[in-house]
């Protein structure tokens, strides 16, 4: 542990005596030491993993790649020959510990907290894409562990960095459109297959797919071409559904603003239903209830997914837009004096309707802080050279809360009904038996149980 914090401390002075020679306009040049650039460990390389591996490599060295197929691995390889190539993340994380300052997690869902946390708990900084978590036990523990190691952690929700994002928290906090009791959200996913039942028809492993790596802390399946590469999504052992995948994302802005965290209660109030308790449902809505929060008056939040599968009367949100078009996302924040409608997935781009009421509107002042470039990744790696754990704005401290408000809607899904919850105590209080999909049984060498 001591070796960490040299190491911590060499990367914040190397930037500290950077900034300084910088800001004395010496004409000299920084040498350029390997031991001053961000040593990374990439775990999942394809898909989303993809742009997050070349993030790594833009902003510091890739010491690791890892991805259980190993197509996708050896692409990335190719692109990053001096990095060592693996297909478990436990092995690289055992061999190479001591050669790795920090940790991306771009794997599906179910592997997000195993892989973090493990990395986590040998003092590694955490760039994990979001949801954060596959359960809300996960997202509890995750918080926590980077708080007791003192962690520098950002969860992937790149909206939450442009400048649009963090003006719309100043905007909806100035009180502009006056208390919310209300908001509504809608969303075209799932855009992967949902609502079927699991096949019975088994298919050879591929030899480039590592399946046991890839089921890690779910219960052992056979394999079919149902899941992998992108078609996880929708199974209950492996993703979060289309609430999991793209509230973290269109409820963020709210959520930063208003302190969505700790609801007292979430409910299903239509779906077309989960399958067989397989997979998500086709569409489903869904509101959660939140209390009073630091002086914030009640307030509901209703989600709806199933793009245009979800029945056009169902869409409610589509009548209180004030004859603008609903697109295929967006949230509407209805308060005393008016709304706020953010047209797009991030809350960057959003207006205040009617908008007659708010031609003459005036704009907050800035109250925080900007992202460098507007890019998440890069505000990550200063907060860990500067070792900062607040200065990333969606640290696990934030993303865990925030993680945790939008799963608690999955249970209720789960449920098969309303959930109410005591959030400081992570259960759910009118329906035991609805307490086990806050948490899974993890399959032998991937628990997060220390």
Request: with cysteine.
């Amino acid at each position: 542990m001591q070796r960490q914090s040299t190491r911590r401390d060499f990367l914040r002075q190397s930037t500290a005596v950077a900034a300084g020679a910088a800001l004395a306009g010496s004409g000299l040049a920084r040498a350029q030491s390997p031991n001053e650039r961000v040593r990374f460990a990439c775990i999942g390389v394809g898909g989303k993993g993809t742009s997050d591996t070349n993030d790594a490599g833009t902003h510091g060295e890739i010491v690791a790649l890892c991805d259980i197929d190993e197509k996708r691995l050896d692409l990335m390889a190719a692109k990053y020959p001096n990095a060592k190539k693996y297909v478990d993340y436990r092995k690289m994380l055992d061999e190479l510990g001591e050669k790795i300052d920090a940790v991306t997690v771009s794997t599906p869902d179910h592997s997000h907290a195993p892989a973090s946390v493990r990395a986590m708990r040998m003092g590694k900084h955490c760039f994990t894409q979001k949801p954060l978590t596959w359960s809300i036990e996960e997202a509890r523990l995750m918080r926590t562990l980077a708080a007791e190691k003192k962690l520098v952690t950002q969860m992937g929700n790149q909206g939450t960095a442009q400048s649009g994002f963090r003006s719309g928290v100043e905007l909806i906090r100035s009180g502009a459109i006056g208390p919310i009791k209300e908001i509504h959200v809608w969303t075209n996913r799932p855009i992967w297959p949902q609502g079927i039942s699991r096949s019975d028809k088994s298919v050879p492993v591929p030899s480039h797919v590592h399946w046991d790596e890839f089921v890690g802390p779910a219960p052992m399946r056979p394999y079919t071409g149902a899941y992998h590469p992108f078609k996880w999504r929708g199974w209950l052992d492996y993703g979060t559904g289309a609430l999991g995948d793209m509230a973290c994302h269109t409820i963020n802005v709210a959520a930063y603003a208003l302190n969505l965290f700790d609801p007292i209660s979430a409910e299903v109030l239509d779906t077309s239903g989960i399958v067989d308790n397989e997979t998500f449902p086709v569409w489903s809505i869904i509101k959660t209830n939140f209390g009073e929060r630091d002086g914030r008056p009640p307030l509901s939040l209703t989600w709806y997914d199933g793009g245009k599968n979800l029945p056009e009367e169902k869409k409610a949100y589509a009548k209180l837009i004030e004859g603008k078009k609903s697109g295929a996302s967006g949230l509407l924040l209805i308060g005393e004096k008016g709304s706020f409608y953010s047209v797009n997935d991030y809350g960057a781009e959003h207006i205040l309707l009617p908008e007659s009421d708010f031609k003459d509107i005036q704009i907050p002042e800035p109250t925080l802080p900007r992202a460098p470039k507007n890019n998440h990744f890069l505000e990550w790696v200063e907060g860990i050279k500067e070792n900062d754990p607040k200065k990333p704005m969606s640290n696990f401290d934030y993303a865990g809360r925030l993680t945790e408000t939008v799963l608690l809607g999955v249970v209720a899904l789960r449920a098969g009904g309303k959930v109410e919850w005591d959030g400081p105590g992570m259960k759910v209080t009118n329906n035991p038996d609805a307490n086990q999909y806050i948490k899974r049984d993890y399959r032998k060498g991937y628990s997060i149980h220390a």
